[in-house]
């Protein structure tokens, strides 16, 4: 893509992201700069054949596969600073990879400590597959004896149990019983400026 068409893309996203929708053709020019729905043709073509763009059933314009990627550029050290990697990016696409069944998946704000040292902190989000075969040592939405609550699936010669990720907690052993809600797949923390 060139860079110009990264720019006309920028400013799409950035109207889908304030109205869930995209623009006509004639809006799309006035949005790009564009003096011709000629030219917004001809772009538009650009943007479907690399999949950020496609027609709904209407001929109305719609986001395509990878119209929600957010660019991949490289990684960042954590500590001591070092150059950064002029390479190319490459499309990530958070809700692809977070979210491979929507009408299962929910999001979960966690209360407490007990899983800090997974670096799950309070007041992040989890990202869970309802319903998800879960699997020895998973982080888990559980319902134990009749409360919600997020832990790793663990198993010893007692049974089934839930373990916590942080050493300051105890482990949960069912009263009556566990039954999993769902399989943790991901999680977000939003960061607010000054």
């Known amino acids: 893509m060139t860079v110009r068409d990264a720019q006309y893309l920028a400013k799409l996203r950035d109207y ?11 809006a ?16 538009v073509g650009r943007l479907k054949r690399e999949g950020f763009l496609e027609s709904s059933p209407e001929r109305r314009l719609q986001p395509g596969k990878r119209f929600f ?25 958070i809700m692809k990879r977070l979210v491979k069944v929507p009408s299962r998946t929910v999001l979960l704000k966690v209360r407490g400590e007990s899983m800090i040292d997974v670096g799950l902190m309070p007041g992040d989000y989890v990202v869970v597959q ?8 998973d982080i888990v939405v559980a319902m134990v004896d ?5 832990k790793y699936l ?26 999993t809600f769902g399989v943790v797949v991901g999680s977000f923390r939003e960061y607010r400026g000054p």
């Open 16 to 26: 889908y992201a304030v109205y869930h929708v995209l623009p006509s053709f004639a």
């Open 28 to 43: 799309v020019a006035k949005l790009v700069g564009f003096r011709s729905t000629s030219a917004v043709a001809a772009m």
């Open 69 to 93: 990627e957010s660019v991949l550029a490289d990684s960042v050290q954590a500590g001591m600073p070092q150059p950064a990697n002029e390479g190319p990016s490459v499309g990530y696409d």
């Open 130 to 137: 309802k319903g998800a075969e879960a699997k020895l040592g």
């Open 146 to 150: 009749r409360e919600y609550t997020v």
């Open 154 to 179: 663990a198993q010893d010669h007692d049974g089934i149990y839930l373990r916590a990720g942080n050493k300051e907690y105890r482990d949960i052993r069912p009263k009556e019983s566990l039954e």
